[in-house]
C-alpha cells in the first residue's frame, strides 16, 4: 500500500508543478483596476498572454477574492510600474478569462 501511495505522488506532483508558466520579463506597461471589484490587469513588455492557455490575451489578472496573495502582488506590480523595473509574473490558469497572476518577481 505504501508503495502504491509513494508512486501515485510521483506521478501527480510532477503535474502540479508544472502547471504554472512564466511570462516574459519586462517593464509593466499598463496597469488596470476593477470596476467595483478588487481587480487588477496588467500588461508588460513583449508579452503574448499565452500562459495558461487563456481565451483573453490583454493582460495578467489577479482579484482579490480568488487569491490570497492579492495585495502583495498588486503592490509589487505597481511599485514596479511606478518605477519601471523589469518583473516577471508566475501564471497559474485563467482567472476573467485571462491568465491569473500567482507570482510576481521584481529585477
Known sequence: MAKT????MFLVIPNLVFAVDESPR???TGYYTGWGADAVRV??????YIEGN???KDGYMTVESDNTGYKTHTSALLS??????????IVEGCIS???????????
Not at 43 to 48: F, K, P, Q, S
Open 5 to 8: 501511495v509513494c508512486i501515485l
Open 26 to 28: 519586462g517593464k509593466v
Open 43 to 48: 500588461t508588460i513588455e513583449g508579452a503574448t
Open 54 to 56: 487563456c481565451a483573453t
Open 80 to 89: 514596479a510600474y511606478m518605477s519601471g523595473k523589469e518583473v516577471k509574473v
Open 97 to 107: 478569462s485571462r491568465p491569473k497572476i500567482w507570482g510576481v518577481y521584481i529585477y
